[in-house]
């Protein structure tokens, strides 16, 4: 698999199984939550795809691993790849799979999922750690009251799995002070998601939360975590033209913030609640390489990520790693 294969194949998005597979495992991050998904490793490429049973995509086994298929044409050929936690490598858990933010992409508010203790995340953490396989910790939460409730009670989970002594990541919604209470409980990373490149589709997208606080939490965590430990969910295909897209990257990338440009998934609780088109594989390749040249002129490296998205790949192209 090359770089315009894995680009065809987030295009899509979607693949469909002949029967059960070991690697299949349930999201409940963000606006996926609650559907199944298989890693798909071949060659240096990842790619996380949810499985449905109308994708154009089908997966097929073969002697030697497996091979993605469509009508009749093998588009990829590798193997699945068994998640620790969420992703292959890391420990990555959403701790409130729920939030009072109605944002019009997400699935997470209409799911009302559950809510992991203290204790729940150590256990699963430390499971983690004693298959060897646990490079490093991801937490992402949604808002079960506040962010500041859900800031305290993650940045105690940090503190607790700082003995594990691999870095820790954390995705939440941001608010001031929060850089401060991470990076002294020990994050070794933050991202903080804008969502939209948009600023005017933001305000309808995102109702209720600013661009504006989320960009300055963003600024302020550079100077907190430093260059290449700042990222920021941009997902495509919301409506925003390629033209607000690159200019929110340049923006980012000036200010030290790795952007994640992430394929909007339409999830169908969702339905008609935003604009949500899967963006074709000319412009995942086109924008990925405008974000590669935005992160080099700004001194920037994907491939520096100690954790989340960056480290995985499987979602996105990814400057640093995937090209």
């Known amino acids: 698999m090359d770089l315009e294969s894995k680009a065809r194949l987030i295009a899509v998005g979607t693949v469909r199984l002949e029967g059960p597979h070991p ?34 995509l089908r997966l097929e086994s073969r002697p030697d691993g497996a091979a993605i298929v469509q009508d009749g044409r093998e588009l990829a050929r590798g193997r699945l790849v068994q ?31 559950g809510i992991k203790s203290q204790e729940t995340v150590l256990w699963m953490v430390e499971q983690a750690a004693e298959t060897g396989d646990m490079q490093a910790i991801s937490l992402t939460s949604g808002v079960e009251r506040s962010p500041e409730h859900e800031g305290e009670k993650v940045a105690a989970m940090v503190r607790e799995l700082g003995r ?15 850089n401060r209470l991470l990076r002294e409980a020990g994050a070794a990373e933050v991202k903080y998601n804008l969502e939209c490149g948009d600023k005017d589709l933001f305000r309808q997208v ?26 920021s969910n941009i997902i495509v295909g919301l409506g925003e033209s390629d033209e607000a897209l690159r200019r929110t ?15 909007v998934y339409p999830h169908p609780l969702r339905a008609g609640g935003a604009v949500m088109k899967r963006p074709s594989k000319e412009r995942l390749l086109d924008l990925a390489r405008y974000l590669k040249e935005a992160l ?20 996105d192209l990814i400057p640093g790693r995937d090209l």
Not at 27 to 49: C, E, K, N, W
């Open 23 to 56: 690697g299949e495992r349930v999201s409940t991050a963000g606006p996926g939550a609650g559907g199944q998904s298989i890693f798909f490793q071949s060659g240096p490429h990842l790619v996380r795809l949810s499985v449905t049973e109308d994708s154009p």
């Open 83 to 113: 998640p620790l936690l969420h992703c292959p490598g890391q420990a990555y858990l959403t701790i409130s799979e729920r939030c009072i933010y109605d944002c019009k992409f997400c699935a997470v508010p209409r799911l009302k999922g």
């Open 164 to 178: 594990l002594g691999v870095p820790i990541g954390v995705s939440i919604c941001p608010y001031p002070g929060v």
């Open 206 to 231: 995102c109702p209720g939360m600013s661009y504006e606080a989320i960009m300055d939490a963003l600024v302020e965590a550079v100077d907190v975590f430093g260059k290449n430990h700042v990222f």
């Open 249 to 263: 990257i340049d923006d980012l990338t000036e200010k030290g913030v790795i952007p994640v440009l992430r394929a």
């Open 296 to 315: 080099e002129k700004n001194g920037l490296d994907g491939a520096a990520a100690l954790t989340g998205c960056y480290r995985c790949t499987g979602c």
